[in-house]
């Protein structure tokens, strides 16, 4: 343990590294943030926008006698058509921008020379370059978010990732009048398996459940894992009587699955259909958790599941297990 000055001055590099990690944190979010907004342009708008604005600094260069020279400015458009999904036409829209001032360079009198062609060749290839790293830093930055959005253990979307497309459920389902059904699963005894088989048999476990999962529901339902041994289902449409034989279908599979590992594991499963509006993700999944803590409490290994109508949270306390 380190005590002391010694946990003041780690105390003091910690405080110094996220200090300096701050500016790129900030930087990477702005980055992604751009990204996330350009990226919902329709295709042919971002380059309609994009190939308009290289024939107005074309222009503009042009009438001011190309100096002060606006090419800095060009990486703008470059970036637009990139970011909207379009690299290819980041590429034409460079070779536009260096060709496209050619004829007032004529008119104004100079004639076609080295220099001439010296000056298109060298903007054409600067611009190509700058094409090809932000066509780079997309790519980068795509594989960064879908880094993040899935975990790398099981596949499956993580906790934020799944919390986004549960509020798209909730938006869906709430503008349609459209019931659905949220389940949260928690792994009994995972923790006694983990410590006295080590974390590869853990891990494994983890990886046979997330495929009990996608073989126990549609292509349209929403997985996740929620962290540690916690996992959760979004079944839309999946209301009234359906739903008891979906979620023992559901325990069935997973039970298979550890049976076969020869693993002790059961589990507590807390679903509830929510066929009322709720406000948010978060509390949508709170209720579930209510559901599935009901089951631990009355001895694990179980489903609990309610209807949600906007009742108190003690109704859900109160249902009766599957």
């Not at 009990?212 to 449409?237: C, W």
Request: proline share 5%; aromatic share 8%; glycine share 10%.
């Amino acid at each position: 343990m380190t005590t002391g000055w010694g946990a003041r001055l780690r105390q003091g590099a910690d405080v110094d590294d996220a200090s300096a990690a701050k500016p790129a944190d900030k930087t990477h979010r702005i980055m992604a943030r751009l990204s996330a907004f350009v990226a919902t342009w329709p295709p042919k708008t971002a380059g309609w926008v994009a190939f308009g604005l290289v024939v107005a600094l074309a222009t503009a260069d042009a009438s001011l006698g190309f100096e002060p020279s606006l090419l800095a400015l060009y990486p703008v458009p470059l970036a637009l058509a990139t970011w909207a999904g379009v690299p290819r036409l980041a590429y034409a829209l460079a070779a536009v921008a260096v060709t496209l001032p050619m004829p007032f360079s004529l008119l104004e009198g100079q004639p076609i020379g080295w220099a001439l062609l010296w000056g298109v060749s060298s903007n054409l290839v600067l611009l190509g370059i700058i094409a090809i790293l932000f066509s780079s830093l997309k790519r980068r930055l795509s594989d960064e978010a879908a880094f993040v959005a899935t975990d790398t253990l099981t596949g499956l979307p993580t906790r934020g990732s799944f919390m986004r497309q549960l509020d798209a459920e909730l938006a869906r389902a709430g503008r349609y009048g459209r019931a659905f059904t949220l389940a949260y699963i928690d792994l009994d005894n995972f923790k006694s398996v983990n410590d006295l088989e080590g974390h590869d048999t853990g891990d494994e476990l983890l990886r046979r459940v997330a495929d009990a999962l996608r073989r126990s529901t549609r292509q349209t339902d929403i997985l996740g894992r929620l962290g540690g041994d916690e996992f959760a289902a979004v079944l839309p449409e999946i209301a009234g009587g359906a739903t008891g034989s979906v979620l023992d279908n559901l325990r069935k599979q997973l039970t298979r699955a550890m049976d076969k590992g020869g693993w002790p594991v059961t589990f507590s499963i807390g679903a509830v259909t929510f066929e009322a509006p709720v406000d948010t993700s978060r509390e949508a999944l709170q209720v579930a958790d209510v559901a599935m803590y009901a089951v631990k409490r009355a001895g694990k290994d179980g489903i609990r599941h309610a209807v949600w109508d906007g009742a108190p949270v003690a109704s859900i306390e109160n249902s009766v297990p599957l």
